[in-house]
């Protein structure tokens, strides 16, 4: 569905008046069913910080691990997981999530959105079942990289997809959804890691369910219904009409049709190598930029090195397993309370106000982190840190989760799913993804080594990139509130340091949006005569 909100050009402009219906208990349902894609995601990224720290898990894949941590050396705590095999265990699903994105635009474009949601679905049962009967470490990394196939096109598929059908005034709301999902996975991860954390083969029990979200997904694709974004682009037309109607609770989408009917005839006549090739032209460039930089942003800001590693970072600190896995569970509980927070409020206070408020909020939580490491292990050494210092630390730790769960956790999948244009939307998700991905692989693959080597000046390190992010928000990112999606665009054409990026590409955009809204009315006036006459 079209973004909503008032967009003037030259003085003229639809407002949201034009466009009718709203949040509907059947665009719930449908936006809920598609959202438990982030289930895939969430489950997967929790489960794995917390199993690896599982002592059968341990001593059966990673065995180098569990005799180090019985040793008793003069090592730096930090190195305690510093292994290659248990990295490739991490960061394997997130290389394999990159590689099936790349497919996941030409699948979205060509089969829809629905079948790229079933096959998604589908690759996840695989891979959790494979882990879940894993018998050695060849077969759990096959297994991650199915889930990372399964991970890869939900991840392309179901925000793009939630914009398309989110009515305009609760497109934030319903699209941030998605990571709603991601959060209330981890948080079921580290319910279960903890509930099985002593049984002999707890680790089997903990990575089979990551099959039930992805059976969600599967099912879910049969009877969600194709966007109507979908439907026009493919020249099915009235079904586009029926399936807009009926998200929108009403028959008058004349404003909002039209619009997704203008955006298809700019996009039809171009292929999907087209829109690859466009997006790197200096039209496009801003949306590319701003969809990949943000990627790289969000898994800067150390997000994925906390989820990823609570249990093995509390391990580190001297914590017993079954603190550690309990901490997780506090810290998913933050990551669900405070996601709600930004459902609520992220069509009312926008996203760059999120973005910049989330960013100093978790660059402080990260300065007192490396601070407070800094001084307490100078002074314990290898010994366990006292339990009032781990506490301190693990409520830092929270106000870092929750500045994150409000800001560039739901804002890196909003923002790329709704600045890009109809012709170049799939193309330009699956590079959001690919670098959602490639990130996410780097920081896996890294933390662990990053904290042996730099000790508590990794989260320094984080926290320098976050004052980078805060200013960033602040000077280069337009705010995206309110504007249909068809004419976002047109707002990076307006924007100072866009408008100078684009070049001349900036007035031909302003010209077209000009156009769009003259012919969008156009057809509102002609239908609205035709009913008159009736």
Partial sequence: MAGGGVVVVSGRGLSTGDYRGGLTVYVVMVAFMAACGGLLLGYDNGVTGGVVSLEAFEKKFF???????????????????????????????????????????????????????GIGGAFFVAGGLVNAFAQDMAMLIVGRVLLGFGVGLGSQVVPQYLSEVAPFSHRGMLNIGYQLFVTIGILIAGLVNYAVRDWENGW??????????????????????????????????????????????????????????????????????????????????????????????????????????????????????????????????????????????????????????????????????????????????????????????????????????????????????????????????????????????????????MLCAMEYGVFLFFAGWLVIMVLCAIFLLPETKGVPIERVQALYARHWFWNRVMGPAAAEVIAEDEKRVAAASAIIKEEELSKAMK
């Fill in 63 to 117: 065995p180098d691990v569990w005799a180090k941590k019985q040793e008793v050396h003069e090592d730096s705590p930090y190195c305690t997981y510093d292994n290659a095999k248990l990295q490739l265990f991490v960061s394997s699903l997130f290389l394999a999530g990159l590689v099936s994105c790349l497919f996941a635009s030409w699948i979205t474009r060509n089969w829809g959105r629905k079948v790229t949601m």
């Fill in 204 to 449: 089997r029990l903990s990575l089979g369910p990551a099959a039930a979200p992805g059976a969600i997904l599967f099912l879910g694709s049969l009877v969600l219904p194709e966007s109507p974004n979908f439907l026009v682009e493919k020249g099915k037309t009235e079904k586009g009409r029926e399936v807009l109607q009926k998200l929108c609770g009403t028959s008058e989408v004349d404003a909002e049709f039209a619009d997704i009917v203008a955006a298809v005839e700019i996009a039809r006549p171009i292929t999907m190598r087209q829109s690859w090739a466009s997006l790197f032209t200096r039209r496009y460039m801003p949306q590319l930029l701003t969809s990949f930089v943000i990627q790289f942003f969000q898994q800067f800001t150390g997000i994925n090195a906390i989820i990823f590693y609570v249990p093995v970072l509390f391990s580190s600190l001297g914590s017993a397993n079954s603190a550690a896995l309990l901490n997780t569970v506090v810290v998913g509980a933050v990551n669900v309370g405070s996601t709600l927070i930004a459902v609520m409020f992220s069509d009312k206070f926008g996203r760059r106000f999120l973005l910049i408020e989330g960013g100093i909020q978790c660059c402080l939580a990260m300065l007192t982190t490396g601070v407070v490491l800094a001084i307490e292990f100078a002074k314990y050494g290898t010994d366990p840190l006292p339990k009032a210092v781990a506490s301190g630390i693990l409520a830092v730790i929270c106000i870092f989760i929750s500045g994150f769960a409000w800001s560039w956790g739901p804002m890196g999948w909003l923002i790329p799913s709704e600045i890009f244009t109809l012709e170049t939307r799939p193309a330009g998700t699956a590079v959001a993804v690919v670098g959602n991905f490639l990130f996410s692989f780097v920081i896996g693959q890294a933390f662990v080594s």
